[in-house]
T-cell receptor, first 108, second 110 residues
């Protein structure tokens, strides 16, 4: 099956800093999504981005499908950005395979 | 628009008991799925359904049953609870592009 690796596993930043989270995947995919799991456990869909670049406010994501990686950028971090960020991929069906996540902690 | 609704939010079971986790969506999505999340791990697929009457196994199906009699509902049944099934369970539905998750059920088996 497809392997999904995320880095770094943990990231601690001061409020206002920028961050880059990486997702590597082992095979071609036709769907890649980024999720934020907030401290209360809720999973929020941030982006559907199988290729190219998208932006939503302070967040943006880029997927380079030919090189099998995706990046999530968070600018001007706020404490509400804390939580775990997951990428998830699939190929040929809707069964998502999740990475193990990046735990982001924003310090005021 | 409620999205994906899971009940209950918390549950404690004794080993050997059975129970059903409920999941309902109001987005008319064909695809629904159940995941479990264990500490330090991502989400692992238990069972999924591509439409009413059609279900299939995911990565970790043992000890769980599902059925899909309507588009809206996709319950997950624990047949005989074991401590290894202590986890947080998430139901999701998908349009084929984006997946939307319920709030999760935190299950403890003692």
């Amino acid at each position: 099956g497809i392997q999904v690796e995320q880095s770094p596993p943990d990231l601690i930043l001061q409020e206002g800093a920028n961050s880059t989270l990486r997702c590597n995947f082992s095979d071609s995919v036709n769907n890649l999504q980024w999720f934020h799991q907030n401290p209360w456990g809720q999973l929020i869909n941030l982006f559907y981005i199988p290729s190219g670049t998208k932006q939503n406010g302070r967040l943006s994501a880029t997927t380079v499908a030919t090189e099998r990686y995706s990046l999530l950028y968070i600018s001007s971090s706020q404490t509400t950005d804390s939580g775990v960020y997951f990428c998830a991929v699939n190929f040929g069906n809707e069964k998502l395979t999740f990475g193990t996540g990046t735990r982001l902690t924003i310090i005021p | 628009n409620a999205g994906v609704t899971q009940t209950p939010k918390f549950q404690v079971l004794k080993t050997g008991q059975s129970m059903t986790l409920q999941c309902a969506q109001d987005m008319n999505h064909e695809y629904m799925s159940w995941y479990r999340q264990d500490p330090g791990m991502g989400l692992r697929l238990i069972h999924y359904s591509v439409g009413a009457g059609i279900t299939d196994q995911g990565e970790v199906p043992n000890g769980y049953n599902v059925s899909r009699s309507t588009t809206e509902d996709f319950p997950l049944r624990l047949l005989s609870a074991a401590p290894s099934q202590t986890s947080v369970y998430f139901c999701a539905s998908s349009s084929g592009i984006k997946a939307f998750f319920g709030q999760g059920t935190r299950l403890t088996v003692v």
